[in-house]
């Protein structure tokens, strides 16, 4: 079992940045892929990023290429999330989800959510 909590999250202007983190506690987190997630009122679900265990590996969705960065720090337990140049678009609630493989397994756990407004 893994659990997560993700903090960070508040009120910024549209230009502005933020950083969340992911703080873990239960099994090695090192052994687990961890995602960024976002879901908007009255729209889908959608990983915005992620990092395999040994952060060697990462993605991005296109909406988010070149203003956020997804970073970790094994020896914290931590998972962060580097925003830069928010857009109103990036209204959302955030979470973090692990999953043990790059490719092909589910996201198994998931944090509680930290709300990101970006206003214009």
């Known amino acids: 079992q893994v659990q997560l909590v993700e903090s960070g999250g508040g009120l910024v202007q549209a230009g502005g940045s933020l950083r969340l983190s992911c703080a873990a506690s239960?099994?090695?987190?090192?052994?687990?892929?961890t995602g960024w997630f976002r879901q908007a009122p009255g729209k889908e679900r959608e990983l915005v990023a992620a990092?395999?265990?040994?952060?060697?590996?990462?993605y991005y969705a296109d909406s988010v290429k070149g203003r956020f960065t997804v970073s970790r720090d094994n020896a914290k337990n931590t998972v962060y999330l580097r925003m830069n140049s928010l857009k109103p678009e990036d209204t959302a609630v955030y979470y973090c989800?692990?999953?043990?493989?790059?490719?092909?397994?589910?996201?198994?756990?998931w944090g509680q959510g930290t709300q990101v407004t970006v206003s214009s």
């Open positions: 990092i395999s265990r040994n952060g060697l590996s990462t």
């Open positions: 989800a692990a999953k043990e493989l790059w490719v092909g397994s589910d996201y198994n756990y």
């Open positions: 239960g099994r090695t987190f090192s052994s687990y892929t």
